[in-house]
């Protein structure tokens, strides 16, 4: 099972970001989808889900509004869409899945909103 976050860097304040996740070695049209994040100093908080089909997304209250995940499952990819960033939401964002019961995570990419 693999992760890979990428579309981090760099915004901002009121800019926006896309981040991707490439998922691999598991049934990705299966599986639900979710996005956490690790605020500076903070443990690792939800930020949004999605179902394998797409047909159902999930928020945090913070983000409502703002972010919006979506799935390419011919891509075997899930996207976070980031609007209107404010700087609480800089953090490290991860990608997760669980397959058989354990949790699966990216690496992260880094999101830093700052002016």
């Known amino acids: 099972v693999q992760l890979m976050e990428s579309g981090g860097g760099l915004v901002q304040p009121g800019g926006s970001l896309r981040l991707s996740c490439a998922a691999s070695?598991?049934?990705?049209?299966?599986?639900?989808m979710r996005w956490y994040r690790q605020l500076p100093g903070k443990e690792r908080e939800w930020v949004a889900t999605i179902t394998s089909t797409g047909g159902s997304t999930f928020y945090t209250e913070s983000v409502k509004g703002r972010f919006t995940i979506s799935r390419d499952n011919a891509k075997n990819t899930v996207y976070l869409q980031m609007s209107n960033l404010k700087p609480e939401d800089t953090a490290v964002y991860y990608c997760n899945t669980q397959i058989e019961g354990i949790g699966r995570w990216g690496q992260g990419t880094q999101v830093t909103v700052s002016s």
């Open positions: 070695g598991f049934t990705f049209t299966h599986t639900v």
